[in-house]
């Protein structure tokens, strides 16, 4: 045979080996699979959190409202609101009216006419010139003034000018007087709180606050990044609503010296742990919703399963379904997002949905 023949028969059989070759090929290609990552489900309890807000104050019993002691004029004022004083420090000198000056020369006047009263009816109570209801009067009138007077003398009304003093180192955190000011008896001039008792007065949402109860961890925050959160408990939860804010009062106290960097009046973000809930937890990142409701992909045979759920409780990190899942199941974390049922995954597996105490509790880290 030619090699001119030879040429023809060469072509047809390279033909029909690549076209036997390449159907191999395709044949044994493997079937292509979606990689994913996936946790294991756990059984517990969450506890999930309640996030509120609330302002610096100082605690009732370290607080004091200075007022006027009686009728009389703002002299001078020596602070402003948000100073800071010390045990003693002058706050407002007053001068006293004519009219309280007045009333205490009275009440002087009044006292030494009792004495010489009483004395007088002494006397004739001796002679037999008077009754036993006649001195008793006459001594019950004595003290009455004596009363009278002790009582300007303790507001200050025996002196031209009288100083209000901070009864304790603080932060004045209300000040309501001006030099000239003639003011009522009665009317707050200053208040002075105390930074070494400082309390965070909170708003609850009304369903969070119908869980609670004295005694809840709470972790107070400067600001929403705050990598050192402050740790403490409530001492109060009201039972009512507030008329202004429509939410529920309750009470955390600031411990020291952990509070010491949060100035009176700041605002504070709480989160509080609310009671636990239980059920099967599972990573925040394995919840996917559509319009037929909440769902997550499981694992098993190498596809993807996916499962209708229902929320319990939530955390940042950490979510408990009430129903739909059991514990083990292995959950889809990482590439879910683009999951259809059945279809085929390259799972690796991560860590459990959350750790556990002793007791099977679910641990949710302290924010």
């Known amino acids: 045979m030619t090699p001119r023949a030879w040429k023809p028969l060469a072509l047809a059989l390279a033909a029909a080996l690549y076209g036997c070759g390449g159907t191999a090929q395709l044949d044994g290609a493997p079937t292509p699979r979606a990689q994913v990552r996936t946790a294991a489900a756990v059984g517990g309890s969450l506890a999930p959190i309640a996030v509120a807000y609330g302002t610096a104050v100082a605690a009732a019993r370290r607080t004091r409202v200075l007022v006027m002691p009686y009728e009389g004029v703002i002299g001078s004022v020596d602070v402003h609101a948000g100073d800071a004083v010390r045990l003693g420090q002058t706050i407002v000198t007053l001068a006293r009216t004519p009219a309280t000056g007045a009333r205490f020369s009275q009440a002087r006047s009044a006292l030494g006419f009792a004495e010489q009263d009483l004395a007088r009816l002494q006397r004739l109570y001796a002679d037999q010139l008077a009754t036993n209801e006649q001195l008793a009067a006459a001594s019950k009138a004595l003290d009455d003034a004596r009363a009278q007077l002790q009582a300007l003398s303790l507001t200050g009304a025996d002196q031209e000018q009288t100083a209000l003093r901070s009864p304790f180192s603080g932060v004045i955190t209300s000040l309501a007087a001006t030099p000239g000011d003639r003011p009522a008896a009665g009317t707050a001039i200053a208040t002075v709180s105390s930074r070494d008792d400082m309390i965070v007065q909170l708003g609850l949402e009304p369903r969070d606050a119908a869980r609670l109860a004295p ?153």
């Open 215 to 367: 005694g809840a961890p709470v972790w107070l925050m400067r600001s929403a990044d705050d990598a050192q959160p402050i740790q403490t408990r409530l001492i109060a939860v009201g039972r009512s609503l507030d008329a202004a804010s429509r939410l529920v009062n309750a009470v955390a106290p600031l411990p020291a010296p952990a509070g010491a960097g949060i100035t009176l009046g700041s605002i504070v973000a709480a989160r509080i742990e609310l009671p636990a809930h239980q059920g099967v937890i599972v990573p925040r990142a394995a919840l996917l919703e559509d319009a037929e409701g909440t769902f997550v992909f499981t694992v098993a045979a190498g596809k993807a399963h996916r499962q209708s759920v229902q929320l319990g409780a939530e955390t940042e990190r950490s979510v408990l379904l009430a129903a739909g899942l059991e514990a083990g199941a292995q959950v889809v974390v990482a590439g879910n997002a683009a999951l259809q049922d059945g279809l085929a995954v390259a799972a690796s597996e991560g860590d459990a949905a959350a750790r556990t105490h002793d007791g099977g509790q679910a641990a949710e880290p302290a924010p």
